[in-house]
Protein backbone atom coordinates (compact mmCIF):
# COMPACT_ATOMS: atom_id res chain seq x y z
CA UNK A 1 0.00 0.00 0.00
CA UNK A 2 0.98 3.80 -1.10
CA UNK A 3 2.38 6.04 1.64
CA UNK A 4 -0.64 8.12 2.33
CA UNK A 5 -0.20 12.23 0.99
CA UNK A 6 1.19 14.08 4.27
CA UNK A 7 -1.10 16.60 5.68
CA UNK A 8 -0.35 19.95 6.77
CA UNK A 9 -2.67 21.22 9.51
CA UNK A 10 -3.69 24.59 9.28
CA UNK A 11 -4.99 24.88 12.98
CA UNK A 12 -4.26 22.75 16.02
CA UNK A 13 -4.33 24.00 19.54
CA UNK A 14 -1.93 22.23 22.02
CA UNK A 15 -1.79 24.15 24.88
CA UNK A 16 0.41 24.83 28.61
CA UNK A 17 -1.87 22.87 30.64
CA UNK A 18 -3.51 20.51 28.22
CA UNK A 19 -6.89 21.73 28.38
CA UNK A 20 -9.31 23.81 25.90
CA UNK A 21 -12.27 26.29 26.24
CA UNK A 22 -14.83 23.93 27.16
CA UNK A 23 -14.99 20.90 30.10
CA UNK A 24 -15.46 18.47 27.83
CA UNK A 25 -11.97 18.98 26.14
CA UNK A 26 -10.48 19.07 29.69
CA UNK A 27 -7.01 16.86 29.07
CA UNK A 28 -7.65 16.33 25.56
CA UNK A 29 -4.93 19.12 24.08
CA UNK A 30 -1.49 17.55 25.14
CA UNK A 31 1.34 18.38 23.26
CA UNK A 32 2.41 14.52 23.21
CA UNK A 33 -1.62 13.03 22.42
CA UNK A 34 -1.21 16.17 19.44
CA UNK A 35 2.30 14.82 18.38
CA UNK A 36 1.26 10.89 18.41
CA UNK A 37 -1.55 11.39 15.95
CA UNK A 38 0.12 13.69 13.32
CA UNK A 39 2.52 10.53 13.39
CA UNK A 40 -0.09 7.92 13.28
CA UNK A 41 -1.99 10.06 10.65
CA UNK A 42 1.14 11.35 8.17
CA UNK A 43 0.21 14.45 9.72
CA UNK A 44 4.34 16.23 8.33
CA UNK A 45 3.26 19.76 9.65
CA UNK A 46 1.10 21.64 11.75
CA UNK A 47 0.39 25.03 13.29
CA UNK A 48 0.12 25.50 17.24
CA UNK A 49 -2.02 28.22 17.95
CA UNK A 50 -2.29 29.71 21.11
CA UNK A 51 -5.17 31.52 22.35
CA UNK A 52 -5.91 34.08 24.82
CA UNK A 53 -7.12 33.10 28.41
CA UNK A 54 -6.94 29.49 27.11
CA UNK A 55 -5.09 26.50 28.18
CA UNK A 56 -2.74 28.73 30.12
CA UNK A 57 -1.74 30.53 27.17
CA UNK A 58 1.11 33.11 27.91
CA UNK A 59 2.99 34.17 24.80
CA UNK A 60 6.57 34.15 26.41
CA UNK A 61 6.20 30.76 27.68
CA UNK A 62 4.19 29.17 24.63
CA UNK A 63 6.76 29.88 21.85
CA UNK A 64 9.37 28.08 24.11
CA UNK A 65 6.62 25.34 24.80
CA UNK A 66 6.09 24.56 21.54
CA UNK A 67 9.46 24.88 20.18
CA UNK A 68 11.06 22.76 22.54
CA UNK A 69 8.59 20.17 22.52
CA UNK A 70 7.37 19.78 18.38
CA UNK A 71 10.66 19.27 16.96
CA UNK A 72 10.11 21.59 13.98
CA UNK A 73 6.88 19.86 13.08
CA UNK A 74 4.88 22.50 15.00
CA UNK A 75 4.87 26.10 13.53
CA UNK A 76 4.11 28.72 16.36
CA UNK A 77 1.26 30.89 15.58
CA UNK A 78 0.18 33.83 18.49
CA UNK A 79 -2.89 35.15 19.46
CA UNK A 80 -3.38 38.83 18.12
CA UNK A 81 -5.77 40.75 20.54
CA UNK A 82 -7.72 43.97 20.03
CA UNK A 83 -8.81 45.42 22.98
CA UNK A 84 -10.43 48.90 23.83
CA UNK A 85 -6.82 50.04 24.45
CA UNK A 86 -5.35 49.25 20.91
CA UNK A 87 -4.37 51.35 18.72
CA UNK A 88 -2.45 51.35 15.60
CA UNK A 89 1.63 51.95 17.08
CA UNK A 90 0.86 49.42 19.80
CA UNK A 91 -1.01 47.11 17.46
CA UNK A 92 2.48 47.32 15.30
CA UNK A 93 4.48 47.21 18.66
CA UNK A 94 2.98 44.33 19.40
CA UNK A 95 3.55 42.46 15.79
CA UNK A 96 7.40 42.89 16.38
CA UNK A 97 7.32 41.60 19.47
CA UNK A 98 5.88 38.71 18.31
CA UNK A 99 7.87 38.05 15.65
CA UNK A 100 11.53 38.61 17.51
CA UNK A 101 10.25 36.07 19.74
CA UNK A 102 10.31 33.84 17.15
CA UNK A 103 6.60 33.06 16.28
CA UNK A 104 5.83 32.43 12.43
CA UNK A 105 2.11 34.42 12.59
CA UNK A 106 -0.69 35.40 14.35
CA UNK A 107 -4.19 34.61 14.14
CA UNK A 108 -6.89 37.47 14.69
CA UNK A 109 -9.82 35.80 16.46
CA UNK A 110 -13.08 38.73 15.71
CA UNK A 111 -15.52 36.31 18.28
CA UNK A 112 -13.05 36.42 21.52
CA UNK A 113 -11.69 39.68 20.48
CA UNK A 114 -15.39 40.95 20.10
CA UNK A 115 -13.57 42.92 17.05
CA UNK A 116 -15.85 44.12 13.83
CA UNK A 117 -15.06 43.40 11.22
CA UNK A 118 -14.88 46.90 9.72
CA UNK A 119 -12.54 48.07 12.21
CA UNK A 120 -9.69 50.33 10.59
CA UNK A 121 -7.27 48.69 12.62
CA UNK A 122 -7.72 45.43 10.92
CA UNK A 123 -6.28 45.77 7.52
CA UNK A 124 -3.45 47.67 8.62
CA UNK A 125 -2.14 44.91 11.38
CA UNK A 126 -2.90 42.72 8.40
CA UNK A 127 -0.25 44.82 6.34
CA UNK A 128 2.20 45.16 9.27
CA UNK A 129 1.94 41.83 10.30
CA UNK A 130 2.84 41.08 6.22
CA UNK A 131 5.14 43.43 6.19
CA UNK A 132 7.48 41.31 9.39
CA UNK A 133 7.11 38.08 7.67
CA UNK A 134 4.18 36.69 9.83
CA UNK A 135 1.58 34.56 8.91
CA UNK A 136 -2.23 36.13 9.37
CA UNK A 137 -4.77 33.35 10.53
CA UNK A 138 -8.37 35.23 10.48
CA UNK A 139 -11.10 33.44 11.80
CA UNK A 140 -14.07 33.53 9.83
CA UNK A 141 -16.61 31.27 12.32
CA UNK A 142 -18.82 34.51 13.44
CA UNK A 143 -21.54 33.15 14.84
CA UNK A 144 -21.61 33.76 18.83
CA UNK A 145 -23.70 35.41 21.68
CA UNK A 146 -20.51 38.19 20.97
CA UNK A 147 -22.36 41.48 20.30
CA UNK A 148 -19.62 41.75 16.63
CA UNK A 149 -21.84 38.52 15.21
CA UNK A 150 -24.93 41.34 14.75
CA UNK A 151 -22.77 42.96 12.90
CA UNK A 152 -19.80 40.82 11.17
CA UNK A 153 -20.90 38.93 7.93
CA UNK A 154 -19.26 37.11 5.37
CA UNK A 155 -19.59 40.40 2.96
CA UNK A 156 -17.43 42.02 5.78
CA UNK A 157 -14.62 40.02 4.55
CA UNK A 158 -14.66 40.59 1.05
CA UNK A 159 -14.66 44.43 2.12
CA UNK A 160 -11.76 43.46 3.96
CA UNK A 161 -10.08 42.46 1.28
CA UNK A 162 -10.10 45.25 -0.81
CA UNK A 163 -8.78 47.18 1.74
CA UNK A 164 -5.60 45.06 2.51
CA UNK A 165 -2.43 45.34 0.52
CA UNK A 166 -2.55 43.52 -2.49
CA UNK A 167 0.23 41.68 -1.81
CA UNK A 168 -0.53 41.26 1.94
CA UNK A 169 -1.59 37.57 2.43
CA UNK A 170 -4.52 35.87 4.87
CA UNK A 171 -5.44 32.20 5.67
CA UNK A 172 -9.65 32.81 6.16
CA UNK A 173 -9.77 30.03 8.94
CA UNK A 174 -13.00 27.54 8.66
CA UNK A 175 -13.61 28.96 4.94
CA UNK A 176 -17.06 30.77 6.47
CA UNK A 177 -18.24 27.16 7.69
CA UNK A 178 -21.77 26.86 6.40
CA UNK A 179 -21.49 29.70 3.65
CA UNK A 180 -18.84 27.99 2.13
CA UNK A 181 -19.15 28.23 -1.57
CA UNK A 182 -19.99 32.16 -0.92
CA UNK A 183 -16.49 32.67 0.70
CA UNK A 184 -15.38 30.71 -2.63
CA UNK A 185 -16.63 33.33 -4.68
CA UNK A 186 -15.50 36.37 -2.88
CA UNK A 187 -11.92 34.45 -2.54
CA UNK A 188 -11.90 34.04 -6.33
CA UNK A 189 -11.37 37.55 -6.56
CA UNK A 190 -8.43 37.93 -4.39
CA UNK A 191 -5.28 35.42 -4.98
CA UNK A 192 -3.52 36.74 -1.63
CA UNK A 193 -6.14 34.87 0.25
CA UNK A 194 -6.02 31.59 1.34
CA UNK A 195 -9.80 29.61 2.04
CA UNK A 196 -8.78 26.89 4.88
CA UNK A 197 -11.62 24.46 5.26
CA UNK A 198 -9.96 23.44 9.25
CA UNK A 199 -13.13 22.92 11.15
CA UNK A 200 -15.83 22.79 9.02
CA UNK A 201 -14.35 19.87 6.96
CA UNK A 202 -15.25 17.41 10.20
CA UNK A 203 -17.54 19.74 11.85
CA UNK A 204 -20.99 19.08 9.13
CA UNK A 205 -20.23 15.78 7.69
CA UNK A 206 -23.45 14.32 6.31
CA UNK A 207 -24.93 17.97 5.48
CA UNK A 208 -25.47 19.63 2.78
CA UNK A 209 -21.50 21.06 2.67
CA UNK A 210 -20.57 17.74 1.42
CA UNK A 211 -21.61 18.77 -2.17
CA UNK A 212 -19.80 21.99 -1.62
CA UNK A 213 -16.75 20.57 -0.25
CA UNK A 214 -16.82 18.10 -3.23
CA UNK A 215 -17.07 20.50 -5.69
CA UNK A 216 -13.86 22.34 -4.25
CA UNK A 217 -11.66 19.64 -4.00
CA UNK A 218 -12.22 19.21 -7.71
CA UNK A 219 -11.95 23.24 -8.95
CA UNK A 220 -10.40 24.87 -6.40
CA UNK A 221 -7.62 22.62 -5.63
CA UNK A 222 -4.75 25.46 -5.87
CA UNK A 223 -7.08 27.83 -3.51
CA UNK A 224 -7.52 25.84 -0.61
CA UNK A 225 -6.00 24.01 2.47
CA UNK A 226 -6.85 21.88 5.26
CA UNK A 227 -7.20 21.33 9.01
CA UNK A 228 -8.15 19.90 11.97
CA UNK A 229 -8.90 22.41 14.86
CA UNK A 230 -7.50 19.97 17.28
CA UNK A 231 -8.59 19.17 20.30
CA UNK A 232 -12.22 19.95 18.94
CA UNK A 233 -11.37 17.67 15.88
CA UNK A 234 -9.29 14.79 15.76
CA UNK A 235 -6.37 13.89 13.09
CA UNK A 236 -7.83 10.61 12.75
CA UNK A 237 -11.11 12.85 11.49
CA UNK A 238 -9.23 14.83 9.47
CA UNK A 239 -7.40 12.58 7.76
CA UNK A 240 -10.45 10.50 6.76
CA UNK A 241 -12.23 13.36 5.82
CA UNK A 242 -9.85 14.29 3.31
CA UNK A 243 -9.03 10.88 1.82
CA UNK A 244 -13.22 10.70 1.22
CA UNK A 245 -12.91 13.79 -0.77
CA UNK A 246 -9.46 13.02 -2.41
CA UNK A 247 -10.43 10.23 -3.52
CA UNK A 248 -10.11 9.78 -7.63
CA UNK A 249 -8.76 13.39 -7.53
CA UNK A 250 -5.26 13.91 -9.63
CA UNK A 251 -2.20 13.28 -7.53
CA UNK A 252 -1.39 16.95 -8.09
CA UNK A 253 -4.62 18.31 -7.15
CA UNK A 254 -4.52 16.01 -3.31
CA UNK A 255 -1.00 17.24 -2.65
CA UNK A 256 -2.27 20.92 -2.98
CA UNK A 257 -4.89 20.20 -0.60
CA UNK A 258 -2.97 18.51 1.31
CA UNK A 259 -0.15 20.90 2.11
CA UNK A 260 1.11 22.18 -0.87
CA UNK A 261 -0.92 25.41 -1.01
CA UNK A 262 0.15 26.13 2.28
CA UNK A 263 3.69 25.65 2.24
CA UNK A 264 4.09 27.65 -0.74
CA UNK A 265 1.50 30.44 0.07
CA UNK A 266 3.31 31.55 3.21
CA UNK A 267 6.75 30.66 1.99
CA UNK A 268 7.57 28.33 4.44
Known amino acids: MSQPVPIFDSL ?23 LCEMNAYNVSHAFAVGMQGIGAYNEDA ?24 ADATAIKHHLSAIK ?49 YHINDIANIGELLTKIDTQS ?45 QFLFKTFDRRICIGSDYPEISLKSLRARFEQ ?13 AYKNLFTFLGL
Not at 182 to 192: D, L, Q, Y
Not at 201 to 210: P, V
Not at 245 to 257: Q, R, S, V, Y
Open 12 to 34: THPTLDGNWIMPRYEGNAHIDDL
Open 62 to 85: YINFIRERSNGSLFPIAYLPFDAT
Open 245 to 257: FADGLAPEKAENI
Open 169 to 213: KVVLLHGGTIRLLEMMEIVRAFPNALLDLSFTLCKYAGSSLDLDL
Open 100 to 148: RKGYVGVKIHPRISNLYLDNPLLPQAIDDANELGLAVLLCTYLYSPAQS
